[in-house]
């Protein structure tokens, strides 16, 4: 029986530098998000708007789209790609990577 070679995706630049100074990927390629309690989230790294309401916010951010859920949600600020939102906040999703669609839902 032939041995079968396992092809392992070779890590990017960003990838390798972050793990050497032992920094998250995702902060090095400009993107965070952080949570302030349960009603304040503050998302940096936001390409475009998709989708806006007060029940759904839909953005794209570092070539992930991020879908926000809850009532009440409104952007308080948005300047410099940095989004603050405000509201009850009921869920946080990321969808895909650098080949995901920009469409609304």
Known sequence: ?????????????T???SKLADIPADLTSGMSLEMRGRNELLLCGCREII????ERITL??????????GRRLTM????????NICGEIDRIE????????????
Request: proline fraction near 4%; charged fraction near 35%.
């Open 51 to 54: 989708c806006y309401s007060p």
């Open 76 to 83: 308080s600020s948005y300047s410099d790609s940095r989004i």
């Open 94 to 105: 990321y969808f895909g990577g650098d080949s995901v669609e920009k469409r609304e839902e």
């Open 15 to 17: 990838e390798l530098l």
């Open 1 to 13: 029986m032939k041995k079968r070679k396992i092809r392992h995706e070779r890590p990017t630049l």
């Open 60 to 69: 794209m951010q570092c070539g992930y789209r991020v879908l926000i859920d």
